[in-house]
């Protein structure tokens, strides 16, 4: 049974990272045979060497997902940016059964890429407000941006670092604006396939009333809430057509692979299971 246990997981993750392959190759076919595409950001490369700035990717996922981390460390193990220094991190709240805490603590000693929430796990009742206000109490340096992300989202990260440098490191809120069709930032708020803070709006989220008193709800959209309540995020970005749903899975917030994208949502739905 174990044998076969570990066989299915080589396989399914064999699987998972012949798709992401296929996204890959499919983005950078593209690029070769269509015209740019635009989006509501500019990027620019320079040649001048500039200062790096500084991203925590949190992703945020269940401790029984062990698989899904394996894989994505491969993923995100290859890539690196020349202007960003990001460090990507697993999230979830509290273990609850033995093997978690004898697997996790194994993943913790090799890989050092988890943050263990005090919190029970949880879709819609504060483990997004959670992770935000516990980063300034709990990490050793702080970061220019922090950027929340689902463990169903494809991120590539130099395109996603380019889009970022020339941004402001202050009151900064950027990701996908919902709804689908809308270019508009400041309407409503940032999906949660990935969504970006500066660090200012990290600690306003942790010292807060605001927040901390509105921790019930669809969690992403409760931070619009909380950023429209509080004044803040005056720097609002939509980084589409960029960040988006993978073909044919999401209706209006699908499209096709492109060559600039930053980040492909639920590519796992259809095709992982």
């Known amino acids: 049974m174990l044998k076969l246990r570990i066989a299915l997981a080589t396989l399914s993750a064999f699987a998972i990272l012949l798709f992401l392959f296929f996204i890959l190759f499919s983005i950078h076919f593209k690029s070769l045979l269509l015209p740019p595409t635009y989006t509501s950001i500019t990027l620019h490369k320079t040649s001048s060497p500039q200062q790096k700035f500084s991203l925590l990717i949190g992703i945020l996922t269940r401790p029984d997902n062990y698989d899904r981390r394996h894989f994505l460390r491969l993923i995100y193990g290859i890539q690196s940016s020349p202007i960003a220094r990001i460090d990507v991190k697993f999230v979830f709240c509290n273990l609850t059964k033995p093997e978690q805490r004898v697997f996790v603590a194994l993943e913790i000693m090799r890989f050092n890429d988890i943050i263990i929430l005090n919190c029970s796990e949880n879709m819609n ?149």
Not at 258 to 273: E, F, L, M, Q
Request: charged share 20%.
């Open 125 to 273: 009742s504060g483990k997004t407000y959670t992770y935000f206000s516990t980063l300034p109490r709990i990490l050793s340096r702080q970061y220019d941006y922090v950027m929340k992300a689902d463990d169903d989202v494809f991120i590539r990260l130099e395109p996603l670092a380019l889009s970022l440098q020339p941004l402001p490191r202050f009151d900064l809120y950027y990701g996908f604006v919902i709804p689908c069709p809308s270019m508009n930032p400041f309407v409503n708020y940032m999906s949660g396939m990935g969504f970006v803070l500066s660090w200012d709006l990290v600690e306003w989220i942790g010292n807060s009333e605001i927040p901390k008193n509105h921790t019930f709800g669809p969690e992403d959209k409760m931070v619009g809430q909380w950023l429209n309540a509080g004044n803040k995020a005056k720097n609002r970005f939509s980084n589409k057509p960029a960040m988006y749903d993978y073909p044919g899975t999401n209706g209006r917030c699908s499209h096709q692979l492109i060559p600039d994208t930053v980040a492909v949502h639920r590519y796992h739905d259809n095709k992982i299971g």
